[in-house]
């Protein structure tokens, strides 16, 4: 079994085929889009190769350490230019085929028109712990 | 085997085995062992005396854990401690421990922990899972919180506000795993205002119920949020409003109003309307002035707000949201807003007739939103209202 990341990005990734703002689509394509994503994440709970998932809020910030007895530096958040995630899942499978075809599914969700999105997912393998059996 | 049963014995156990001189984090740890024990050996029903079997079983297992404890010390060469202090006066056992779990000196997220394990007999693993982190993490956090209270003396009564706002941390988490938190502070705070003669824990009490009530009709078959005012009322607990309007009314014949009766009192004007367009929003307005005059704060203000534009008039809720955008500048910036701020005005800019500025400010509050099902339920209105303006 290995892991992957999926990450659905708000900005940075190739624009999707199907590039409408979701606040233009009709109610109905938005509640056919959010049950598309509840049903997807329950198959793969029904499979066993759901680990997590999680929306996060647009607005973030970049935080470091300033030195000894000194706050935290925040910076942003950040108006066009950066990569700005929008949210994650974790599955666990059998191949990078499989997850590169979950991906693909998740990537099928409807949007305006009732018609896939056809968004760009970012598909990322978890590194593992070493393996037992090394020769 | 009557879980919610048993789990309501535990304070009063944890009580007895402190004043038998059994320190807090010891006697917690051995009831707990105690009550694993009892959902084993009860399968088919309660002892008679199910509180004696407890303090049997876990005063047993604390001793044991004493000698074992004792001897290692012994083979370490330190030497015994005095036995404990005689315990002050009697008060109600039960309540000491909601003091002790929410005593100042704990983060909130530990005393909303310590309270669910020591008052509510919860384990550590429903109580992970009711917030989503680890069992590990958990166990940490709540024997963190009870070396921070390892020194508190657990003979008077502390400052009952503090242990209100715990229990209503839990009630507002609301429900994820096998752990249903409303209901379980909805208990707790029932015990609460059995144990203490204070109107504000009524109150709290009250208003937990009359939310609590609406939860069915809250949200759709799909998952999605369903407003107050499209809620099908039928579906509404008409016990649990007869409850929390009993408990609010003989509290506020106290005649010492509080934060909390005065937001039950408000849900149960609610809870009165048998329809959304026979709401008294006067008498509600009425009641947050009261609000304001006990706790002026942006989020009472900003429900007035909208409490204002149903009785005066959309124009009159506007008028009122600038007011409080003049009394805390920033509560509509995208800095520290005050939540739901966009959202407000978007409905108030709405009912104006202003769609365009509602639409925008709808996807404003959608961005803003802080959790899935209120961004969605945004995102849906601005949705709504863009599908009419393209007609």
Known sequence: MAKYLLLKHYRGAPAPVNDVPMDQWTPQEISDHIQYMNDFAARLEGTGEFVGASALAPEGSFVRYDGEGRPPVTDGPFAETKDLIAGWMVIDVDSHERAVELAGELSAAPGAGGKPIHEWLELRPFLTAPPTVTE | MDEVLLRSLTPSVIGILVRRGADFAAAEDAVQDALVAAVRAWPAGAPRDPKGWLVTAAWRRFLDATRADAARRRREGVAEEEPPPEPGPAVDDTLLLYFLCAHPSLTPSSAVALTLRAVGGLTTRQIARAYLVPEATMAQRISRAKRTVSGVRFDRPGDVATVLRVLYLVFNEGYSGDVDLAAEAIRLARQLAAAVDHPEAAGLLALMLLHHARRAARTASDGSLVPLAEQDRGRWDTGAITEGVAVLQAA??????????????????HADARSADETDWVQIVGWYDELVRLTDNPVVRLNRAVAVGEADGPRAGLAALAALEESFPGSAGT?????????????????????????????EAARKATNLAERDHLTRQAARLNARRML
Not at chain 2, 253 to 267: H, K, M, S, Y
Request: proline share 4%; net charge negative.
């Open chain 2, 335 to 363: 800095e520290h807003p005050v939540p739901r701020h966009a959202a407000v005005a978007a409905y108030l800019h709405e009912r104006d007739g202003d769609l365009a500025a509602a639409a925008r400010l709808y996807t």
């Open chain 2, 252 to 269: 506020l014949a106290r005649d010492r109003l509080g934060e909390f009766q005065a937001q039950a009192a408000i849900a149960a004007l």
